[in-house]
């Protein structure tokens, strides 16, 4: 009995290690960026430019099955915040529908998005005015006006950096998704 006991249990867990589910990749040319897998939270831009985050149930072929969560930040009993979550429900949908990933670190230096530049001048424009209206002096004096140039123009490079630092990775070109398959799987 201790036999077929073991005997069965090795079959059982040999059979239960084999049926993995494929990998869902995102890829850099040839390089892996990031993996998901059943279980793993996924937020993306889908076809339509919709925003939508799940929890992935499920990678067949080149089809996700997901169930879509939206997470959110409401007040309390007590009216502080907290999160709640709703599931909104199961999502199918092909690796091609998805449009667009988030990036990882896309704001996280204030020097190469623009708002560093934008922040400083503007308050060089602001503080200017202000002085020029406290002393009584023209604003628009032939010495003030270059000064004023000046910061306008590094206020608008900034506005050009901010805008073309895109916080989004859109898929296609450089970037592509795919799913990995791992083992035959039961279906």
Do not use: C
Not at 6 to 27: E, G, N, P, R
Not at 45 to 58: D, E, L, P, T
């Amino acid at each position: 009995m201790k036999p077929l006991l073991t005997a069965a249990f090795i079959f059982w867990s040999i059979t239960y290690s084999y049926s993995q589910s494929d990998l869902l990749v995102l890829k850099q040319r040839n390089q892996t960026i990031q993996t998901w897998v059943p279980g793993s939270v996924i937020n993306f831009q889908f076809s339509s430019k919709q925003w939508i985050q799940g929890i992935i149930k499920n990678i067949r072929n080149d089809s996700i099955l997901m169930e879509q969560i939206d997470v959110r930040q409401v007040p309390n009993s007590f009216g502080f915040p907290t999160i709640d979550t709703a599931k909104l429900g199961i999502l199918k949908l092909h690796v091609n529908e998805i449009y667009g990933m988030p990036k990882r670190n896309f704001g996280g230096s204030i020097f190469t998005n623009g708002i560093l530049l934008q922040l400083g001048s503007g308050a060089f424009i602001f503080l200017n005015i202000f002085n020029s209206l406290i002393r009584n002096e023209q604003v628009f004096s032939s010495l003030n006006l270059p000064r004023l140039g000046v910061a306008a123009g590094v206020f608008l490079v900034g506005s050009l950096l901010r805008a073309s630092h895109k916080t989004y990775i859109i898929l296609g070109g450089k970037y592509r998704m795919q799913t990995i398959h791992l083992a035959n799987t039961k279906p």
